[in-house]
């Protein structure tokens, strides 16, 4: 689905106006970003799941095309884990 589309039912069920929705849409997305922020934060939607920030260490690698070992840089990475209401859901 995409986010036109999320837009598009959600202005239907809501019975508000697509631009509405986008911005409500925006605002959400805005929202979860700014509360992933710091390292090792996070934001929970009870039903839904848990949106995570962590914090991935440097590492070695390989160059898959020439073998050569290169360092990994770390780095933070956002991970998402499926609330109860959602797996039973899907």
Same mark, same amino acid.
């Given at each position: 689905?995409?986010?036109?589309?999320? %837009?598009?039912?959600?202005?239907?069920?809501?019975?508000?106006?697509?631009?509405?929705?986008?911005?409500?849409?925006?605002?959400? %997305?805005?929202?979860?970003?700014?509360?992933?922020?710091?390292?090792?934060?996070?934001?929970?939607?009870?039903?839904?799941? $848990?949106?995570?920030?962590?914090?991935?260490? $440097?590492?070695?690698?390989?160059?898959?095309? $020439?073998?050569?070992?290169?360092?990994?840089?770390?780095?933070?990475?956002? $991970?998402?884990?499926?609330?109860?209401?959602?797996?039973?859901?899907?």
């Amino acid at each position: 689905m995409s986010k036109a589309e999320l %837009i598009e039912k959600m202005a239907k069920e809501a019975k508000i106006t697509k631009a509405a929705a986008g911005r409500a849409l925006d605002s959400f %997305i805005d929202g979860v970003t700014k509360g992933l922020k710091k390292r090792n934060s996070k934001v929970t939607l009870v039903g839904f799941g $848990t949106f995570r920030n962590v914090y991935r260490k $440097t590492r070695k690698g390989r160059n898959p095309q $020439t073998g050569e070992k290169i360092k990994i840089k770390g780095r933070n990475a956002v $991970t998402f884990k499926a609330g109860k209401k959602l797996r039973e859901k899907v």
